[in-house]
């Protein structure tokens, strides 16, 4: 049998969609370092409702105490050509 490593994959879909929910994990990292290091944020929760949900604990915002929630959605775009849209200029005499 052949090394599953070097096999070409007849489908490689799942690396680019992994490429483009990589920034939601780093938004998503952030925030649970966040909570570990003890910055009044109470939990994340993921790809409900939003892709990226914070709940922060913020006494000076809600009276008495509470949660507040950031939603956050994180979206990628295809790279585009860098200058793809300048075009030369023509000297005007």
């Known amino acids: 049998m052949a090394d599953p490593i070097e096999t ?3 489908d ?3 690396s680019v969609m992994l490429r483009r929910y990589e920034y939601q994990v780093h938004v998503a990292a952030q ?5 570990l290091a003890d910055q009044r944020v109470d ?3 993921c ?3 939003e892709d990226v949900i914070v709940a922060r604990t913020d006494d000076r915002a809600i009276a008495g105490g509470g949660l507040l929630w950031d939603f956050h959605q994180v979206k990628t775009r295809d790279t585009p050509v860098p200058w793809a849209s300048l075009r030369p200029l023509t000297h005007v005499a």
């Open 8 to 10: 070409v994959a007849p």
């Open 12 to 14: 490689d879909s799942g």
């Open 31 to 35: 925030a649970v370092l966040e909570m």
């Open 43 to 45: 939990h994340v929760t």
């Open 47 to 49: 790809e409900h409702i």
